[in-house]
């Protein structure tokens, strides 16, 4: 099976800032990886998919970058309405697994 | 407008039994594979199971290969998730979600059911 590993585990920055998320897999995922945000109480929204494929509706300061075994989730500019959770997926095979998650905080 | 909608989250005690359901509505349910992920309340995210919308490609995570047992029906729009053999570890709130294909990303979600395992 494919270990999904996010860092950091949580971050604390100042709206305005760039904020980069990464996530590496155990084994070659050529472009399989999305990155969803899930907001305190609510469910997991898809963000990007095929690593750098936004999700109709998002924002344009998200973007993902990466191939094989390293990514990127990256917003250009925090805002206070990204507080949340991040978490990285492979779909490269099943099973399908997730990144421990990302705790975003302002 | 595009829904899934899970029902069946209930409190049981370990070694027992729940099925879950998920309704679909706003699109053709049959063209979608479909997956059930988890989460502990607080917790991260946890693929648990998925079927293609043939029912030809079926697969468990293996904390619940054995126990539970993923199921559709085209023509009612339903997907459903038979839990046997429960245990405390299940507990979480169950996700249902749409993929284009079997081995994919997860766009659609549905609110999430509860269920708790404990005595």
């Known amino acids: 099976d494919i270990q999904m590993t996010q860092s950091p585990s949580s971050l604390s920055a100042s709206v305005g800032d760039r904020v980069t998320i990464t996530c590496r897999a155990s084994q070659g995922i050529r472009n399989s990886l999305a990155w969803y945000q899930q907001k305190p109480g609510k469910v997991p929204n898809l963000l990007i998919s095929?690593?750098?494929t936004p999700h109709s509706g998002v924002p344009s300061r998200f973007s993902g970058r990466g191939s094989g075994t390293e990514f990127t989730l990256t917003i250009s500019s925090l805002q206070p309405e990204d507080v949340a959770t991040y978490y990285c997926q492979e779909y490269n095979s099943v099973p399908l697994t997730f990144g421990g998650g990302t705790k975003v905080e302002i | 407008e595009v829904h899934l909608v899970e029902s069946g989250g209930n409190l049981v005690q370990p070694g027992g039994s729940l099925t879950l359901s998920c309704a679909a509505s706003g699109f053709t349910f049959a063209d979608f594979a479909m997956h059930w992920v988890r989460q502990v309340p607080g917790k991260g995210l946890e693929w648990v199971s998925g079927i293609s919308w043939n029912r030809l490609n079926i697969d468990y995570a293996d904390s619940v290969k054995g126990r539970f047992t993923v199921s559709r029906d085209n023509g009612k729009n339903f997907l459903y998730l038979q839990m046997n053999s429960l245990r405390p570890e299940d507990t979480a709130v169950y996700y249902c979600v749409r993929c284009w294909g079997f081995s994919s990303f997860f766009e659609l979600w549905g609110q999430g059911t509860l269920v708790t395992v404990s005595s």
């Open positions: 095929d690593s750098s």
